[in-house]
Structures are given as structure tokens and as C-alpha cells.
């Protein structure tokens, strides 16, 4: 049985970078996709971008492609996403999915991390 | 680029059949995953590949993906079932993953 652990709550002001951390265990790390999914609070789901460790390819949602870095350590079995240029409008529950690749392309996400929140506030 | 387009809710007794549609343009050439979603929690997998449940979810439950609409029906509801609902799909054309805006379930 996979199981996906992220990293603690993260407070942050205007400007600054986040970077949010999820350890994969229980399963096999490299042939599946690691995505990033966010939700601001009261609305749906997000997805920012993914990386698929065995690739080393790594795919962004045009939203984000500009500020965010998705990078897998296959050693560690963990999986970072850094956000830059932090706003206010990204306060929200971000989420670490582990999910089935079909070839290149992305599939279902049965695992997710229990979440991060991370509140931009000056 | 591709869009998702759900209900913002679903209002059912208990006992009856839901029906939450995800529509998109000729979705049904897509597979299509639907995921569950309680207040305070992470998103569970509930259907994917259109009608396929994965271990532990019950057989009430399924899904259908036809034309420009896919469906999750959820058979005799329980009180349970009062969730947020979201499809998925994986757009091969600009290689990112999309959800819908997400289906209130209020079970009444």
C-alpha cells in the first residue's frame, strides 16, 4: 500500500518562495507521476504540474509553468514543489497525489498526501 | 484548451440514485476519474477509467462516459455520501491534468 506524507503548514509574506515536500513509501517510486494539486479554501481542485521520476520529465499547468519547480529524488523517494513569487491568492491546501502513468501521459491518482497548507500574509 | 463543466450541486433523498455529470467536448474519447471529497480531507479516487472502482469502494457506485457527458452514478445514497465530487481527465493535446469545478452532494 502506497503512503504519501508532505511536509507542515508554511506561513510566508508577498514575494517569497515555498517549497512543499512529500516522501513516498510503500510502493515503486519511479514508474508512476507525482502531481501537485492545490485548493484555495471554498473551491475545487487545482492541478499546478507533475513529475514522472523515471522520465525525469516533468510537465506544468500553463497557470504556473512561469513559478513553479517540480523536481523527484529518486534516492529519497521524495517529491519537491517550489512556488515562487508568492501572493495572497495562493493561500491555500496543497497536495501531493501519487498516480498511474500510461506511457508519458498521466493517468488516476489514487494516493494523495494529507495536504499543506500554506498562507501568504504580510 | 479543454474544459470541464460540472453542476455546483446534486440534492438527493436517502435511497435513491444520484447522477453527477462532468461535461466536455466528446469527453467520451476520454477517460475519465472521479474523486470524492469530505470537508477537512484529501481527495479519494472513486471511479476511474470511467467505470472501474478501485478495492473498497462500493459497488453502488459506478460510472458511464458517453458523447460530451460523463456520469457518476451513486445508487441508494446514504447520508455519507454528502461530498464534493470532481472528474478528472488528462488533456494529451496541452499535457495537463484537468478537474471540473466540482459537484456539491447534499443528501437531504
Not at chain 2, 455529470?21 to 470537508?39: A, D
Not at chain 2, 451513486?74 to 493535446?93: K, L, N, P
Request: glycine share 10%; aromatic share 10%; with cysteine.
Amino acid at each position: 500500500q502506497v503512503q504519501v506524507v508532505q511536509s507542515g503548514a508554511e506561513v510566508k509574506t508577498p514575494g517569497s518562495s515555498v517549497q512543499v515536500s512529500c516522501k513516498i513509501s510503500g510502493d515503486t517510486f519511479n514508474t508512476y507521476a507525482i502531481s501537485w494539486v492545490r485548493q484555495v479554501p471554498g473551491q475545487g481542485l487545482e492541478w499546478m504540474g507533475g513529475i514522472i521520476p523515471v522520465y525525469g520529465v516533468t510537465n506544468y499547468a500553463q497557470k504556473f509553468q512561469d513559478r513553479v519547480t517540480i523536481i523527484a529524488d529518486k534516492s529519497t523517494r521524495t517529491a519537491n514543489m517550489k512556488l515562487s513569487g508568492l501572493k495572497s491568492e495562493d493561500t491555500a491546501m496543497y497536495f501531493c497525489a501519487h498516480g498511474e502513468i500510461n506511457g508519458y501521459d498521466y493517468t488516476w491518482c489514487p494516493y494523495w498526501g494529507q495536504g499543506t497548507m500554506v498562507t501568504v500574509s504580510s | 484548451s479543454y474544459v470541464l463543466t460540472q453542476s455546483p450541486s446534486v440534492s438527493v433523498a436517502p435511497g435513491e440514485t444520484a447522477r453527477i455529470s462532468c461535461n466536455g467536448n466528446n469527453i467520451g474519447s476520454k477517460s475519465v476519474h472521479w474523486y470524492q471529497q469530505k470537508p477537512g480531507q484529501a481527495p479519494v479516487l472513486v471511479v476511474y477509467d470511467d467505470n472501474v472502482r478501485p478495492s473498497g469502494i462500493p459497488e453502488r457506485l459506478s460510472g458511464s462516459n458517453y458523447g460530451d457527458t460523463a456520469t457518476l452514478i451513486i445508487s441508494r445514497v446514504e447520508a455519507g455520501d454528502e461530498a464534493d465530487y470532481f472528474c478528472q481527465v488528462w488533456d494529451t493535446t496541452g499535457d495537463c491534468m484537468l478537474f471540473g469545478g466540482g459537484t456539491k452532494l447534499t443528501v437531504l
